[in-house]
T-cell receptor, first 115, second 113 residues
Framework: NAGVMQNPRHLVRRRGQEARLRCSPM?????VYWYRQLPEEGLKFMVY????????ESGMPKERFSAEFPKEGPSILRIQQVVRGDSAAYFC?????????????FGSGTRLTVV | QQQVKQSPQSLIVQKGGISIINCAYE??????FPWYQQFPGKGPALLIA?????SEKKEGRFTISFNKSAKQFSLHIMDSQPGDSATYFC????????????FGDGTTLTVKP
């Protein structure tokens, strides 16, 4: 009965490398959301996905960032050519299909450090 | 711009006291207002939430007060305990798509024994 699983928990990348963050939603949850949390700040919405579909990517930076949620496997947040400003905690949340409820659950996050 | 402003940034309360955190929003289309509790190294966890058709919701020691006309809502923690020490975030969303939420910047609460 695992919750939202994110890995890795910590990721260190050098400037210019690629970062791949993975998120496995809770069982029965088909909606995935990615948020970014900078130090001393709240969470900022990045993208909302369903299986094989990007529903809302209004919070994604226009360049270097992409997200997917394939039919099989976890959701992936990909950051190409990372820069120091990408250092942050990245949280994934999942929720069940729309039923009028608002229940969703966050994972423990991936802390990305760009050196 | 959809913003949620949260205050204070940090709060120190004695054990047994009342902790009060305030939030204000701008977008009148918001219709769901949750509070999250976050411990170091963990993700946010939903604590309590309210819709604008009620002015108050209570769950145990936690109460949300909602003032629709002022576009403000607050979290009250009664009988605060050291275990309540955490960062608290208010948030707001539109409609059933609660996944896309706008968060306040957080309040770090310290409850002294």
């Amino acid at each position: 009965n695992a919750g939202v699983m994110q890995n890795p928990r910590h990721l260190v990348r050098r400037r210019g490398q690629e970062a791949r963050l993975r998120c496995s939603p809770m069982k029965g949850h088909s909606h995935v959301y990615w948020y970014r949390q900078l130090p001393e700040e709240g969470l900022k919405f990045m993208v909302y996905l369903q299986k094989e579909n990007i529903i809302d990517e209004s919070g994604m930076p226009k360049e270097r960032f992409s997200a997917e949620f394939p039919k099989e496997g976890p959701s992936i947040l990909r950051i190409q050519q990372v820069v120091r400003g990408d250092s942050a905690a990245y949280f994934c949340a999942s929720s069940p299909p729309f039923s009028g409820s608002h229940g969703y659950t966050f994972g423990s996050g991936t802390r990305l450090t760009v050196v | 711009q959809q913003q949620v402003k949260q205050s204070p940034q940090s709060l120190i309360v004695q054990k047994g006291g009342i902790s009060i955190i305030n939030c204000a929003y701008e977008n009148t289309a918001f219709d769901y207002f949750p509070w999250y509790q976050q411990f170091p190294g963990k993700g946010p966890a939903l604590l309590i939430a309210i819709r604008p058709d009620v002015s108050e919701k209570k769950e145990g020691r936690f109460t949300i007060s909602f003032n629709k006309s002022a576009k403000q809502f607050s979290l009250h923690i009664m009988d605060s305990q050291p275990g309540d020490s955490a960062t608290y975030f208010c948030a707001a969303s539109i409609g059933a798509n609660a996944g896309k939420s706008t968060f306040g910047d957080g309040t770090t609460l310290t409850v002294k024994p």
